[in-house]
Nanobody, 115 residues
Framework: VQLVESGGGLVQPGGSLRLSCAAS????????MRWYRQAQGKERELVAT????????NYEDSMKGRFTISRDNAKKIVYLQMDSLMPEDTAVYYC?????????WGQGTQVTVSS
């Protein structure tokens, strides 16, 4: 199982980024996926979830209306579109999948929101 995040970077407040998580080593279309983030000195927190088909999504309250999770099962990629970014969104963003009770994480991608 491999999860590889990309798309992070430095963006000004109010800007946008789209993160990608490329998956391999498992039947991607059969599993729900999640995005998490971890700011420096803080615990890792859930950002958004998406069902295996992509029909069902959920967001933490502070991300609702600003972030959009989606997936392309043909490409085996899950996305996180982030709009109206704020400095408090600065964190390392990770994707996660749980297979047969085992949790797999990507290496993360750094998002920095600063002027």
């Amino acid at each position: 199982v491999q999860l590889v995040e990309s798309g992070g970077g430095l963006v000004q407040p109010g800007g946008s980024l789209r993160l990608s998580c490329a998956a391999s080593g498992f039947t991607f279309s059969s599993y729900g996926m999640r995005w998490y983030r971890q700011a420096q000195g803080k615990e890792r927190e859930l950002v958004a979830t998406i069902s295996s088909t992509g029909r069902t999504t959920n967001y933490e309250d502070s991300m609702k209306g600003r972030f959009t999770i989606s997936r392309d099962n043909a490409k085996k990629i899950v996305y996180l579109q982030m709009d109206s970014l704020m400095p408090e969104d600065t964190a390392v963003y990770y994707c996660r999948v749980v297979l047969y009770g085992h949790t797999y994480w990507g290496q993360g991608t750094q998002v920095t929101v600063s002027s």
